[in-house]
């Protein structure tokens, strides 16, 4: 076909086959001119920038090369980047000033981390991670037993942040018996009750939430956002389960406040990532602790290239792009 518009893959392969398989690569190939058999890790190579030169799409997923403005200075026919993962912050900014948009499937990866957290949230409801710890050490248990303070019914459950992802998982907890509040700078009272919570300030909801899940975007002012005092304030028994960054999360405070005993932790992510073989997070037995596998992983890439074969389409018949990037709200964006 010799309409389809001219575009050029730049990510780690490994990525290219489990993001575009079929019949993700036949439909991107129907509307781009983009050859799978060459996937950019750099723009310094002969046929790479051959292509780069034509090219009026970039294809980007997670390890693609910056781009930067000699980049653009070498791409003139570009306009668009279509990101088939999540943060942009890696794109310069040169980008947006020379009108080209950018797609990211922030979105399509918000779905597992918000089904991820969900689980959490209603396993941690239940106690499971605290009684199973207990069930492995006694090796027994007594038929029905009355496990006081667990449950879901009435639990109030904190987000901190109404990104993409805390938005999904407000909306996964509709059907559930919770009371839900939110804290974020950015929301107001009625969009929050709108979205099914209640606006509080961040130390009001860290002192009145059962359960906290982290889903506020990394950056300089959130740095550490959840720190010792904060941590202090929360309620005995209460569970904080962040998915986030591990940068929002003071781990030396983390680490003194579950020595205690008096709280417990779902960490899918950690400050360093990862963590050194020592580090005591792995030790301590109210700390469930999985390897930063929230987002997309195995067939779940597929929707991520999905949601990137359906913008591609859009752009192709001169469609409106339903997720381009609005470069105004970069400063407030993970």
């Known amino acids: 076909m010799t309409d389809r518009i001219p575009g050029l893959f730049a990510m780690d392969p490994v990525y290219l086959p489990k993001l575009f398989a079929e019949p993700n690569l036949s439909r991107l190939r129907a509307v781009l001119d983009i050859d799978p058999g060459l996937v950019a890790r750099d723009f310094g190579d002969d046929r790479t920038a051959a292509a780069l030169a034509d090219a009026e799409v970039i ?4 390890g693609a090369p910056r781009l930067d403005p000699p980049v ?3 791409a003139p026919k570009l306009r668009a980047v279509l990101h088939a993962a999540g943060s942009v912050q890696w794109i310069d900014r040169a980008v947006y000033e020379r009108g080209i948009a950018v797609v990211s499937a922030q979105q399509a990866n918000a779905v597992p981390v918000a089904e991820y957290t969900l689980g959490m949230i209603l396993l941690a409801g239940k106690d499971v991670f605290g009684l199973r710890e207990r069930f492995r050490i006694e090796r027994g248990f007594v038929i029905g037993e009355d496990h006081g303070g667990t449950g ?4 109030t459950v904190g987000l901190i942040g109404a990104s993409r992802i805390g938005r999904r998982v407000l909306e996964l ?3 559930f018996d ?3 509040l939110l804290a974020d700078p950015h ?17 009001a909801l860290m002192a009145g939430a059962d359960i906290v899940s982290v889903h ?10 959840v720190n010792a005092e904060r941590l202090a304030a929360m309620k005995d028994g209460a569970v904080l389960v962040n998915t ?6 003071d781990t030396d405070a983390l680490v003194a406040e579950l020595a205690t005993g008096r709280i417990s932790a779902i960490l899918d992510v950690t400050d360093p990532e990862p963590l050194p073989a020592d580090s005591p997070l792995f030790d301590l037995p109210n700390l469930f602790l999985t390897p930063h596998v929230a987002g997309s992983q195995g067939n779940e890439l597929a929707r991520m290239g999905r949601f990137i074969v359906e913008e591609a389409e859009r752009l192709a018949a001169g469609e409106p792009l339903l997720h381009a990037v609005d470069p105004r709200l970069l400063s407030i964006q993970a």
Do not use: I, K, M
């Open 59 to 62: 294809v980007t997923g997670w």
């Open 72 to 74: 653009l200075a070498a």
């Open 152 to 155: 879901n019914f009435g639990r």
């Open 173 to 175: 907890l509709r059907p």
């Open 178 to 180: 919770f009371e839900v």
């Open 187 to 203: 929301v107001e009272a009625d969009e929050a009750a709108r979205l099914g919570a209640r606006l509080v300030s961040l130390d």
């Open 216 to 225: 506020a975007p990394d950056l300089p002012e959130t740095r550490r956002l």
């Open 244 to 249: 986030a960054r591990g940068s929002l999360v």
